[in-house]
């Protein structure tokens, strides 16, 4: 995208704010707001002088303070728009695999990992999953494995246990999109204990959105399960634990306009149904 000039130099000079620690959390806020603006924002990010340390230190600067009375919403507001800046730079084919590389992703994970309930901890962690959602967005091997090797799973179903329907939300997303990754399933039926804690927490959430009937949820369910039936031994299992009201009419209603995810929860039943039998 092209952008007037002007615009180009207000953002260098706000590069050049975050290195002074009085101008920096007003610099974050507007970088943050100009990131769609503006493509190769992630570029600048990484490669300008000591930008990449400043966004560690201000996520590093809160883990002292994560509790409710010193977790202000301020405080997350802040840590928030750095790390919205961290997200462009998932976001961007160029910089994303040095992101990885460098393991930045992880320094998120105490932010995933805290279970306060109020308002800055619920914002810190759906923005810090944004920046997750944003890696996996493009399917791309090697974050999956990064995320199976750092364990961020049960973090991820914890927070489909817990979260607002936003968290839950980009949290199964993220969760689906290692699933439709040949090796993230494969990593998920390996052992019965990690398909059965993925299941469980899917299971629990179908029978909630009897009740709530949060369809945008509901669609990433499906997918997952359409998916794990794709492993012959998860396949089996499914078989006894698929929840009743996926069998049910308990979702047409809620269904009846997306054709799509008709058709996968069609196909899953298929998938399960055990009465085929093979004529020799
Ligand atoms: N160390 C655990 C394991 O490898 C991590 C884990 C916990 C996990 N819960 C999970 C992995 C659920 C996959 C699914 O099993």
């Known amino acids: 995208m092209r952008i007037p000039q002007a615009d180009e130099k207000k953002i260098y000079q706000l590069i050049l704010d975050l290195a002074n620690p009085a101008l920096r959390e007003q610099a974050l806020l507007e970088l943050s707001k100009k990131r769609e603006q503006f493509d190769d924002l992630a570029l ?4 300008a002088y000591g930008v990449m340390a400043i966004l560690l230190q201000e996520i590093t600067n809160v883990y002292p303070i994560l509790t409710p009375d010193a977790f202000t919403t301020a405080v997350s507001n802040r840590v928030c728009n750095a790390l919205a800046l961290l997200q462009c730079v998932a976001s961007h084919n160029e910089t994303r695999g040095l992101l990885l590389n460098a393991h930045i992703p992880l320094y998120l994970y105490p932010f995933l990992n805290s279970t306060f309930k109020p308002k800055p901890f619920e914002y810190l962690r759906l923005t810090s999953l944004g920046v997750i959602g944003a890696l996996v967005k493009n399917d791309n091997p090697e974050v999956i494995q990064f995320l199976l090797s750092t364990e961020i799973i049960p973090l991820c179903l914890r927070i489909m246990e817990t979260g607002s329907e936003l968290s839950k ?3 199964i997303f993220i969760i689906q999109k290692i699933l439709m990754d040949d090796v993230g399933l494969a990593y998920i039926c ?3 204990e990690r398909f059965y804690a993925v299941t469980t927490v899917l299971n629990n959430m179908v029978i909630a959105i009897v009740e709530t009937q949060a369809v945008r949820l ?4 499906i997918r997952c399960y359409l998916r794990l039936s794709d492993n012959p031994r998860a396949r089996e299992a499914l078989r006894q634990c698929l929840p009743d009201a996926l069998r049910d ?5 809620a269904l009846k306009d997306d054709g799509p995810t008709k058709r996968c929860l069609a196909q899953l039943l298929v998938n399960l149904s055990d009465n085929v039998v093979a004529v020799s």
Do not use: D, M, N, P
Request: hydrophobic share 45%.
């Open 190 to 192: 390996q052992t019965y």
């Open 169 to 171: 939300t980009v949290a």
């Open 44 to 47: 600048i990010l990484w490669h």
């Open 218 to 221: 509901l669609k990433h369910i």
């Open 249 to 253: 009419a308990s979702f047409s209603e």
